[in-house]
């Protein structure tokens, strides 16, 4: 995630200069061929762009309002899982009198997750080996869905710990409905990684504004000359840009720079359960180069 | 569902081929009256086809947007199906101590689902039968809600579970609530699946698509000359285009490849289920042509 | 709810018959006038026609958008009052060991709900006098809201049997949360009844188009002459399609065709709820004509 | 809030009538001046009044949206409270096995919500007077929240039936549940009326309409001529309507009559409540006029 | 937040001044330009420039509905901070027979919370001095997260006195579950303050308003001639209005005039509790010059 506006902006500007150039250059053509080749049917100014073009922008506004939906539901569901794994800590060391194992547990949850949404395997990461107690690792050694794994053996934990301690049945309950909320928050970042953006979001907007921009410099050369690349590129900067938002908006779990910084969180995560344990933890993560990781 | 992108334009310029060659047809038909025989009165130049045009886009797109939230919705009521099928798993061998054939019901239970969604008769497929455990499906043979009586048999074998062992009351209370989530999601799946989108959204758009499209040249002919059929597919393109979206989503449960990939997420889950009692496991289903189903 | 597309296509034309007639026959008169007997101030083709339009199109959406989340919301907290019934009849055999009067009676309730809702006497019915138990039917005699009346009496009921059967408090307090959903799935019903769609919503929008399409043919007939008629009856259409999905959807409870089929949803519940107890069940509702009821 | 349609067209109209004829005679003037004294500055057909109009239009939906949400939310947390205070009731008679004293409460309790919304004392209200017991209104004198104080009553009277009954603690937890749904609405109720819609929504769309009405018909009268005035008013009266939308709904708690009818609301409530304990209830209120208050 | 309507109309008009000045010299310039110096190709009345206005007011209009939804998000979730700390406060005095400490620190917990939003150090505020009990606040000392530090004491303390008290376990459960719902309101808050608004929506906007009042009066200049700084400024006001809603609302935490009235809120809070147990309060905060803090 960019966190520093300037920096965010050179992005923008560096990533449309190539498409920008390539569109100069077609409009730069267009012109010479209308102006001195003197091929007359290259002007077409009463093709129905302002139609073509309101268009587009409804459809591209539409899709890139779906892209941030499913960015920030992305965001909230983490949300979730980091409120919850907050209270689990609080029920382990209130409720079930202290437990270091379950909250040193919970927090390698999170990395395991984080691990699984990016697709890479947990168990070769420092920070789980660090966090998660030997015995969850072994057991996740191996397993399809590793953070399910996890959350089986904590759900394990804590029944035991029950038992032993004879804890009421009614906290027990609410522990155990914490658990199924993280189950729950869990299942929609599944979710929303497993179902990309409908291929007619993603696909179809990129032909479109390829189309249009080709297009362009034909319905201007007759009115605007030599200005036309000026204005064709306006026009088509400013649909590039639309079409960008969405494109780096749709898989907030990918690793780039516009996606969810989940190593960032999840350390935040960690110090504020492991500081309660008293355990060591590991220093925030700073962004590199106004971005988070 | 349609996961590679590049299979899913190459789907959306298909399907487009066939009307966009018929108004292509319909254009130059139009272009030769105009030019060719000289029939004044098709060139309607007036015809206020930039008014015609952004109504009708304003309407798809709403259209549209009201066909993914469907589409969208039904997606995140699956994965409540998925998620507390899970937390129910996981509270049967925690809370309950292990009962490996309430597992294998709630598996079973998702693919009775999923066949009853897609208007089949579950008992007559192998992975229900390999599953569910069989004194349900001899149960719910000839009902008429078959998922629902499977929950209803699930309730009746955690409450003599919970008698047997002398399960407190408090978390029983919790395992019965993931029970009436899992009938909430169902509710939601059914209510989604009985409610075809609104009549005005599913016939009114196909027709004002195609009138559009009919008058398109008459509008364009005076100007464009011999290349409206040029404009008139770009704008045509563009309303099929948009028309398609919303018909391709409305409803979510069909057999077609822009549905919910329902098989693929149920042994998707069986695995998740399966793997932590110890049962033999379907294997993943792969995406077929870029398509899953 | 209409669940046959050609049939809905038939209804939505059939309704703009009549209406497009009158405009046709006014956009014949202010064309004789302009051609025939020269008026010539009958020429406005000045007139911002397309500002008009657009903000009407646009408020239109914004309003039919506000009806159209109205019906799904009220379809929505219906699925509610659905699922939960099924879920409290669940618990009935499962944590109160069988009671099948309270499900009789929750299936009577949705009955008397769904009277109530289309402001009907639900004692007159024959579905009600056949499921409800007869001490509920004499309780909410004269009640002003007599589903809320039934809802009391199954509270009552389930406290005798906890008390008579020694059910733990936990399990019993789980029953109640399903009895309080229902009751708020039931008041967010009557919410949505007792609040119209805010007015400027509801005469706004007809007031706005009949003034549109009146002024439509003056802009026009200057330019297109004896096709006024003609454009202006497409223009007149979409405005009139736009405003009516609005009037259609705005009152979700009604007896017309665009209505919530709350008889066929309740039977479909009904025989979910009796089937389990083995008692008879009235048949399924077949829809009359492409309509459910 | 007004519930008889055409009473709320009229409404619509009396207060457009004023501006509209101020806007009137300020269209005439500018069109005496350009035609009658030459004065050809006045002309400016030129100026942008399409694309202001249209970015005005975008903003006034968005803030019209804005606005209707809230009152709709408004409304939706109005109903929360009816619905839980009538599970509260029915708890206190099934769970609590009686106590008409808490009913009474209960009902009291939206009675002062529904004053403290319109900022009024609820003590010197007959309303209160009669339901609330008195030993509460004694309590809550001079508090700052009278609700609140409420609500706290209620719940050490539940407290201390609970342990006067010896009542189960998980069902006691289930009533204390409804309490804090309670206060949680009206928590949500307290949100939407102390924070007024932003100034951005709130000031700037009149400062906008007013600035595009005066500017109108300079832009119009070079074409339109003597008929500047009529299509200055049409698009006028547009966004005046468009304005008054959003200002009417803007603060749901007004005593205007676009407000929520909380004292009929209110009233609907205590007879579903006070009936069930066999207690004299008011009788419902009637609309006035068409408006219900 | 502003508070007073007008104050916040002369604040935006403050705002616009300067901006509006700097476009009142460039049109200046470029019609002297244009008109005395005789640059002819300095009118470009052909420029897309409707398109270009349109494209950036739906983009615009989009980007402004994403703050106001954070924005209104934050104020939701702070609500939910104000609805269960009075919950817990009820639940100490009745479930708890009260507990007056317990009802300190989660005043203080709101004090606590609310600095650590605004990035400030809890512990040298006077308020939070005054209110929290001393040994959560030599607790919270050092810590990166105080607000969750003092839920976790909070929660340590409540425990205690169910044990020495012999609260039931289910009610115990429900006090917590009020807990976790208060860490999931401040984890919501945390996640709006810890990621901006996207970096598309708060860079690129400014960047295209700019670019689109630079080329405004060249579009204007050949139609408007001297009164295009007319023109110009019209159009330019209100694409600037439009780039400042969205960026006033984007960081709800700040201490700016348009942020979130944190201390406002917090010191209502606390009267309401404090109140209850008879502690001394402070007064509430009266607004500053129509603004609240």
Redesign the interface.
């Known amino acids: ?3 520093n ?2 920096r ?2 050179r ?2 500007l560096q990533d449309s200069f190539k498409p920008l150039s390539i569109l100069f250059i077609w409009d730069m053509l267009v012109v010479i061929c209308y102006r001195y080749y003197q091929i007359s ?1 290259f002007g ?1 100014s ?14 591209m ?2 899709r ?3 892209a ?1 939906n499913r ?1 920030w539901e992305a ?2 569901h983490w ?2 899982i ?3 794994c ?2 689990f800590s ?2 382990c ?3 079930l ?1 202290g437990h270091p194992d379950l909250t040193r547990a919970i927090a390698g949850y999170a990395y395991v997750l984080a691990y699984h949404l990016r697709g890479k395997d947990a168990l070769l990461n420092s920070n789980v080996k660090r966090v998660l107690p030997i015995h969850i690792q072994n057991y996740i050694k191996g ?3 590793q953070p ?2 996890v ?2 053996q904590i ?2 934990m ?2 035991q710990e029950v038992d032993k301690k004879h ?8 522990i ?5 909320d993280i ?2 928050a ?3 970042l ?2 929303i990684k ?3 953006l ?7 907007p990129y ?2 504004t390829e ?1 249009t921009c080709v ?1 362009l410099p034909f319905s ?1 050369v007759e ?2 000359g030599w ?1 036309t690349p000026l ?1 064709s590129a ?2 088509g900067f ?2 590039m ?2 079409y ?2 969405g494109s ?2 749709q898989n907030p779990f990918d690793d780039s720079p ?1 996606a969810l910084p989940m190593l960032t ?1 999840t350390r ?1 995560l960690e ?2 359960l492991l ?2 344990i008293g355990d060591p933890t590991g220093s ?1 993560i700073a962004p590199v180069n106004g971005i988070q990781w």
Request: charged residues 15%; aromatic residues 10%.
């Open positions: 995630m960019i966190v506006a300037k965010g902006l992005f923008i049917w077409q009463e093709l129905p762009i302002a139609l073509i073009g309101s268009v587009l922008v409804l459809f506004n539409f890139n309002n779906t941030y960015w965001r909230s949300g979730l980091t409120n919850n907050r209270s609080r029920q060391t209130t409720i009198k397993l399809r869905n399910n794994g959350l089986f759900g394990l804590v029944t804890i009421d049945g009614a906290v027990h309950a609410q155990d409905r914490i658990l199924s189950a729950n869990q299942g929609a599944e979710r497993n179902t990309p409908s291929i007619q979001f993603s696909t179809l032909f479109l189309i297009i201007m009115t605007l200005f204005g306006l026009v400013l649909f840009a639309l960008k938002i780096d908006l516009h969180m935040s110090i504020d500081e309660q925030p």
